[in-house]
Nanobody, 124 residues
């Protein structure tokens, strides 16, 4: 069982940048897959970026890959999401997730451990 704690959210203007951080504890999840997922007020929770055990990544679309970058530092048990050129439609609660299973597309799978989330609000 993993414990995940997110930080770095905030209230920003469109076009700004943010770095979200997730610190993970639990030895079983040191090399687990990681993801950043988000949920807006009216939408279901969807994952926008995932990273594997060898830093290979997958994104939910070209828009996310162009503006968002997921990375990890296992020496610090940390996962990051760098978000650039933020848009109002990016407003959501962002969650860090982890799982032990592997998949060809890292976004395909059941994420079993979740943080409490951090709020990102982007104004026009």
């Amino acid at each position: 069982q993993a414990q995940l704690v997110e930080s770095g959210g905030g209230f920003v203007q469109a076009g700004a940048s943010l770095r979200l951080s997730c610190v993970t504890s639990g030895r079983a999840f040191i090399s687990a897959y990681r993801a950043w997922c988000r949920q807006s007020l009216m939408n279901y929770r969807v994952c926008v970026a995932a990273i594997g055990t060898t830093t290979g990544t997958d994104y939910d679309g070209t828009f996310a890959k162009g503006r968002f970058t997921i990375s990890r530092d296992d020496n610090k048990s940390a996962t990051y999401l760098d978000m650039n050129n933020l848009k109002p439609e990016d407003t959501a609660v962002y969650y860090c997730a982890a799982r032990l299973g592997h998949s060809l597309n890292r976004l395909d799978g059941i994420w079993t451990d979740w943080g409490q989330g951090t709020q990102v609000t982007v104004s026009s």
